[in-house]
């Protein structure tokens, strides 16, 4: 059974920071592209932050502000945020999507977690 489970969303105030960890199993870690979505009520779902090929991608608006990582040891990938934003605000979800497709149209990817709340008071 696949599973991909988030942690550490949460409330934190402008300014501040938090670290989303997201662990996967149930298919080969390896083989698959991994990354960070977030939606608002009313909005599409849009990528935040992937690994794609291996190669980070960020979005425009968390550039310089968000890092993903990974421990592929323990199949789990990370996003940092720092300096958060009310902006910021949202559901997060992370995703995999087989490797070689290169998309970041969340329509396209395979797998996604529950999702965690992040909440950014202004």
């Known amino acids: 059974e696949v599973k991909l489970v988030e942690s550490g969303g949460g409330l934190v105030q402008t300014g501040g920071s938090l670290r989303l960890s997201c662990s996967a199993s149930g298919f080969t870690f390896d083989d698959h592209d991994i990354g960070w979505f977030r939606q608002t009520p009313g909005k599409e779902r849009e990528a935040v932050s992937c690994q794609i090929n291996r190669s980070p991608y960020y979005d425009d608006s968390v550039k310089g502000r968000f890092t993903i990582s990974s421990d592929n040891s323990k199949n789990t990938v990370f996003l940092q945020m720092d300096s958060l934003k009310p902006e910021d605000t949202a559901v997060y979800y992370c995703?995999?999507?087989?490797?070689?497709?290169?998309?970041?149209?969340?329509?396209?990817?395979?797998?996604w977690g529950q999702g965690t709340q992040v909440t950014v008071s202004s």
């Open positions: 995703a995999a999507v087989t490797s070689g497709w290169g998309t970041l149209d969340p329509r396209l990817w395979d797998y």
